[in-house]
């Protein structure tokens, strides 16, 4: 049995790594008088990620240490030192702040639910010198962003292309079956002073991972299934789209191959189903992640929502999370929800659920043209967009909260 403390799950592949045991990655700098190591297709990233870049060779320590995490070793061929850490199983390189209490977080919705969007539009406001950097004047930066394949570099493509003059959405993300990608793997970075810096290093860190799923996925109880990767995760973000409610229906602009049909009820019953397998989670018992239930599209319900509302009031920025602000904001999505027909899923989530918060956002911060799948001309104006995984974090501690 591993000892709880050193292990995590991996950011991409989440399979549980015992930190003492990682692998590593020959930096084909050879020992003198060695000969280097070349580089080959690596059969763990060809498996997991359809990766066919060429690497220099994995390797793991065949002397584990028993006491602390392994942060160097020397390849068995060449000799070479090396400091690059890999997932054991899908040879994924491991951020250097990546330690056993970095967090994994799903984000799941119904089609069309606005996931992809939200994610990219995520992506810009947590870079460096966006607003949340600049709010908290922490670093923040995407890992693996120069990675062809990964899910950062398609992410940034789709952002570029609502940025762009063509202002277009992103298509509809295919299903995990088809393509494989990786999860968007961030590192954010406190720069630490004093005395705990001589002790503990400059930074205290920690890396947190999206997976951006294909809604489909959850149409169908079933495939819902195939999320088990929801076990793994210290929070999940649902996205619910405000359009798929009841008291909303028929009011949508967007076509029909847009709609979110599956009702946000069945969303959450084929998250619970999941999330229940859980074997921490007895029959009897509410389940312990934190989720955050996200009203996405918020901007195609300003004239319903008065301007003094906290639902239309932009977010915080003072560098904690404002816990009386969130509260106020959660009451009052709340009643919109139970407005809209929602009293079903209030029920659900109380019953089910030993922690939750609502929120209310919009990624875009206007209604596109639903046709021509174009975003409005004055570009993207995000409103309360960082606001959910900031209480995921401070739910953890990790930032500070007030209030
Ligand atoms: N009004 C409004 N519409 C939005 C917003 N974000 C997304 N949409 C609309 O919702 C559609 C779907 O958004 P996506 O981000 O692609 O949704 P998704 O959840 O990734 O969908 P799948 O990949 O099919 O599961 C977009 O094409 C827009 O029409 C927003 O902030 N406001
Ligand atoms: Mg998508
Ligand atoms: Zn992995
Ligand atoms: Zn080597």
Sequence with gaps: MPLPGFVASCP??????????????????????????????????????????????AFTPLTPSMLREVRRAECPKCFGPTGVRLCPQCHSRLPDGFSSDSPLFGLVGARSSGKTVMLAVLMRELATNGPIGRRFKHVITVYGAGEENGQAAKLKNLLDQMESTSGQLPPQTQQAAGEKTTPVVFEWKIPRDGIAKAALGDYKSTVFSFYDTAGEDLAVD?????????????????????????????????????RVETSPENVLHAITEVLRQNERVKRNRKIKQPVAVVISKIDAFWEEVPQNNPIRHPSSKLPYFDEEEAKSMHDHIASLVSHWGGDGLLTMLDTNYANYRFFGLSALGSEPNYSTQRIDERGIIPHRVGEPLLWLMAERGFIPRQG
Excluded: H, W
């Excluded at 495939?223 to 949508?252: E, H, Q, V």
């Design 12 to 57: 991409y592949c989440y399979t549980d790594i015992d930190l003492r045991k990682a692998s590593f990655r020959c930096l084909g700098r050879p020992a003198a008088g060695k000969q280097p190591c070349i580089k080959v297709v690596d059969s763990a990233r060809e498996r997991y990620f359809g990766d066919l870049n060429e690497y220099y060779p």
């Design 222 to 258: 079933e495939r819902a299934l195939s999320m088990t990767y929801l076990l793994a995760t210290d929070g999940i973000i649902l996205l619910l789209d405000p359009f798929s409610f009841p008291g909303n229906a028929g009011r949508s602009k967007a076509l029909d191959d847009q």
